[in-house]
């Protein structure tokens, strides 16, 4: 469940009160759950009733799915979950975690959103306005974020784009200028997905929604800066084929993530290709990345491919 309300004055501490804080303490409560701790001990962690961990188990209390299914989120409960079962980790341990990914939630990222939602008059300004104020890198932000929500708009209504959809999902992406971190980079939390021959968008994009797809454009515009946009489809033969048939030579990388950095470098040694991709490894799928100049120019890059493979 996310907020609405009227066209009135919203704090993005509001925000967190009622979308951040009930969605933590229930993915909480249910992954110390699985790990076998009892209700009361959950109760005592998350400094809650018995009867709200109890809420909490039965489905009866609301969450926000823009936080909930973010990768950032659940890999932050995991961890704590993890931690305080296994008694590495206190209450503060905890906190100095979710302390953590709510500042990056904040600026530029789903709190950010909901905030917008929550109050309109932000229009598509929000962590411009209340968390950085006016600058002259607000134009900036808001051009890239207009140009994945354009991007991938123009994926998701494409023919044929679903059979190109990895399983972990797609994901479209943009960069800022000088971009030197996830941060910097625009995507989608969440991830693009095929769904009864559709590709389905979760939410609007978002600053720091995209961790492999951000790192490989990181790369890639330190690289080239004239490149600022990259996505991923699903590696095939046939995508490969049609990538040399259409003047695109895709260069081949290591699919290990130990130093996925330094392995795109070497890769990208004589210059950024159009396509780069791995062939996968245990539990981990092929995939393929597109670049282009920005988040659109990837897309149409990526489109012709789609196209080369259906004739």
């Given at each position: 469940?996310?907020?609405t309300?009227?066209?009135?004055?919203?704090?993005?501490?509001?925000?967190?009160?009622?979308?951040?804080?009930?969605?933590?303490?229930v993915?909480?409560?249910?992954?110390?759950?699985?790990?076998?701790?009892s209700?009361?001990?959950?109760?005592?962690?998350?400094?809650?009733?018995?009867?709200?961990?109890?809420?909490?188990?039965?489905?009866?209390?609301?969450?926000?799915?823009?936080?909930?299914?973010?990768?950032r989120?659940?890999?932050?409960?995991?961890?704590?979950?993890?931690?305080?079962?296994?008694?590495?980790?206190?209450?503060?341990?905890?906190?100095?975690?979710?302390?953590?990914?709510?500042?990056?939630?904040?600026?530029?990222?789903?709190?950010c959103?909901?905030?917008?939602?929550?109050?309109?008059?932000?229009?598509?300004?929000?962590?411009?306005?209340?968390?950085?104020?006016?600058?002259?890198?607000?134009?900036?932000?808001?051009?890239?974020?207009?140009?994945?929500?354009?991007?991938?708009?123009?994926?998701?209504?494409?023919?044929?784009?679903?059979?190109?959809?990895?399983?972990?999902?797609?994901?479209?992406?943009?960069?800022?200028p000088?971009?030197?971190?996830?941060?910097?980079?625009?995507?989608?939390?969440?991830?693009?997905?095929?769904?009864?021959?559709?590709?389905?968008?979760?939410?609007?994009?978002?600053f720091?929604?995209?961790?492999?797809?951000?790192?490989?454009?990181?790369?890639?515009?330190?690289?080239?800066?004239?490149?600022?946009?990259?996505?991923?489809?699903?590696?095939?033969?046939?995508?490969?084929?049609?990538?040399?048939?259409?003047?695109?030579?895709?260069?081949?990388?290591?699919a290990?993530?130990?130093?996925?950095?330094?392995e795109?470098?070497?890769?990208?040694?004589?210059?950024?290709p159009?396509?780069?991709y791995?062939?996968?490894?245990?539990?981990?799928?092929?995939?393929?990345?597109?670049?282009?100049?920005?988040?659109?120019?990837?897309?149409?890059?990526?489109?012709?491919?789609?196209?080369?493979?259906?004739?």
């Amino acid at each position: 469940m996310e907020t609405t309300r009227d066209d009135g004055l919203v704090l993005p501490a509001e925000v967190i009160a009622d979308e951040f804080i009930p969605t933590m303490r229930v993915a909480l409560a249910r992954a110390l759950s699985e790990r076998g701790r009892s209700q009361r001990e959950i109760a005592g962690f998350l400094g809650v009733t018995q009867a709200a961990v109890s809420n909490y188990l039965a489905g009866e209390a609301r969450t926000t799915d823009r936080l909930a299914n973010d990768e950032r989120f659940t890999e932050t409960v995991e961890r704590v979950a993890d931690g305080w079962t296994a008694g590495d980790y206190t209450g503060y341990d905890a906190l100095v975690e979710f302390r953590r990914l709510l500042d990056s939630f904040v600026d530029r990222g789903p709190i950010c959103a909901l905030h917008e939602d929550a109050m309109p008059a932000l229009d598509g300004r929000g962590c411009d306005l209340c968390v950085r104020g006016r600058d002259g890198a607000a134009a900036r932000e808001r051009e890239t974020l207009r140009d994945v929500r354009t991007a991938v708009r123009r994926f998701a209504a494409a023919d044929a784009t679903s059979a190109h959809v990895p399983n972990v999902g797609t994901n479209v992406a943009s960069a800022l200028p000088d971009a030197d971190e996830p941060a910097d980079v625009a995507a989608v939390p969440g991830r693009l997905h095929a769904i009864r021959g559709r590709v389905e968008v979760p939410s609007e994009p978002a600053f720091g929604a995209s961790q492999h797809v951000a790192s490989a454009l990181l790369v890639a515009a330190e690289r080239d800066d004239t490149v600022g946009g990259a996505l991923n489809v699903a590696t095939s033969d046939a995508l490969l084929d049609a990538s040399r048939s259409r003047g695109y030579d895709p260069v081949e990388f290591d699919a290990g993530y130990d130093d996925r950095a330094a392995e795109l470098r070497e890769a990208f040694a004589d210059g950024v290709p159009t396509v780069a991709y791995h062939d996968g490894a245990y539990g981990m799928e092929p995939i393929c990345y597109v670049f282009g100049a920005d988040a659109r120019d990837a897309v149409e890059r990526a489109l012709t491919l789609v196209d080369a493979v259906g004739e």
